[in-house]
């Protein structure tokens, strides 16, 4: 039987002091939270101790689920508080579920800090075997892994020494502190960016398009909160104005706050413009041009799907400049074969030109699959040497993952992506549907 346990230690607490000394209204909490979990309550016991040398007496209290149980014992003589969520995943993952309700009550108490622990609990049937030891073992008690899931199968993660959750009008956003990357930002549960390695994705993202065309001047991004894309797209000296349409605020503010190396200061150019709110509200106005439209969107299969739809992806071409290109990222060629399938699809039906491309990036945990649409603009066309003369202008120094050569590589396909995205590639397809 295998089975997630989750601890929290709060402190400094400033939510409703009802949550500290009433048991009554901790039970509700606790009920309300479970129900919009999708868990099971099954019973539920609590006890409030009285009061001890002129101090308020805390709350100890148990709910038990079909899954396992929730726990909270509160100190309101020191606003601390220790939760501990425990599901088995005998008949269905629970994780998702057992973090939701963990993030509910934490957020109900709004402490100042949040010490977190995760422990994965091993197989208790009786025929099982020891655990194999951890890796990096010594490591154990440093953190939690903040995993994602790539398919049902497949799931990879990062240690977190610490993590910061807000909870926005639109997402769960996470600051996650891992030694691995610095800093990283997960939108919910997908990890977005980082610190350490976030010019992987940004310079794949936008240069490559970017120097196939002659001259750039008017760029937009959909999404790009971070800031990372703007950040490339202003090296280009001939770049005149960038316009990132970020639909939660909350995101950029936690850029300029936490992840200066993401954007290197470009919300403070005076090229960029922020527009808060729907993108494709600005893309139905029309009433600009762009010479690249970028969707620095999170994935295809999140609340941000209608933006990768049919409607959509017409609107952004009507947008686009004589001679310019829509980029967006397609997911996982490996893990998500018949969403980059059907979306190169979808785009040839639309754009003359479409040049697949990919490289491995490693906060995603895979190799990732890229696109450039154009109706004239063919990123696999450009002379060495005109990208090695471009790329010699002074904004352009320092990057990290593009160079000339890189360029060409980007497009070179291993053969069951291309399989997967050629015309009619219907062997390739099913089999990476099966992932």
Not at 53 to 74: D, K, N, R
Not at 129 to 135: G, N, T, V, Y
Not at 289 to 296: G, W
Request: aromatic share 8%; hydrophobic share 45%.
């Amino acid at each position: 039987m295998h089975g997630l346990h989750l601890t929290a230690d709060l402190y400094q607490c400033a939510g409703d002091r009802r949550y500290m000394l009433d048991a009554d209204a901790i039970a509700a909490l606790c009920r309300d939270q479970t129900l919009q979990a999708g868990l099971t309550l099954v019973d539920e016991r609590w006890v409030k101790f009285p009061d001890y040398q002129g101090q308020p007496g805390g709350v100890t209290g148990t709910v038990l689920l079909a899954e396992s149980h929730l726990a909270i014992h509160t100190w309101p003589e020191t606003g601390h508080v220790t939760v501990d969520v425990y599901v088995c995943n005998f008949s269905a993952d629970n994780s998702g579920r057992a973090r939701d309700l963990l993030e509910g009550v934490i957020a109900a108490y709004a402490p100042g800090r949040v010490v977190r622990q995760h422990l994965m609990r091993g197989d208790m049937g009786p025929g099982a075997q020891a655990a194999p030891r951890p890796l990096h073992d010594s490591l154990a008690d440093e953190g939690e892994w903040a995993l994602e899931a790539l398919t049902a199968h497949a799931r990879f993660g990062w240690r977190a020494t610490r993590r910061e959750v807000l909870h926005t009008p639109f997402q769960q956003m996470e600051l996650l502190h891992t030694p691995q990357f610095g800093k990283v930002l997960r939108l919910d549960g997908r990890f977005m960016t980082s610190e350490g390695e976030e010019f992987f994705y940004h310079e794949a993202l936008v240069h490559p398009a970017a120097l196939a065309h002659a001259a750039p001047r008017r760029a937009l991004v959909l999404g790009g909160g971070d800031g990372g894309a703007a950040k490339e797209l202003l090296r280009h000296a001939c770049m005149e104005q960038v316009v990132v349409a970020e639909l939660d605020e909350a995101v950029v503010q936690a850029a300029r706050t936490h992840l200066h190396p993401v954007h290197a200061g470009a919300f403070d150019d005076p090229r960029l413009q922020l527009r808060i709110g729907d993108g494709m509200a600005l893309v139905e106005e029309g009433a600009q041009r762009f010479d690249l439209v970028l969707m620095d969107l999170t994935d295809p299969d999140t609340p941000a799907s209608p933006l990768y739809a049919d409607a959509a992806l017409d609107r952004m071409r009507g947008v686009l400049a004589p001679g310019g290109a829509l980029v967006l990222h397609l997911g996982s060629p490996v893990f998500h074969g018949g969403q980059v399938a059907g979306l190169v699809a979808s785009l040839r039906q639309r754009f003359a030109i479409v040049r697949c491309y990919g490289l491995y990036i490693p906060l995603y945990g895979a190799y990732w699959g890229l696109a450039v649409a154009s109706d004239s603009l063919d990123a696999t066309a450009v002379p060495p040497a005109r990208l090695r003369h471009r790329l010699a202008e002074p904004g352009l120094q320092g990057l990290r993952y593009y160079n000339a050569e890189v360029h060409s590589a980007l497009f070179a396909l291993p053969n069951y992506y291309r399989d997967l995205v050629q015309p009619r590639g219907r062997i390739g397809e099913a089999v990476w549907r099966s992932a």
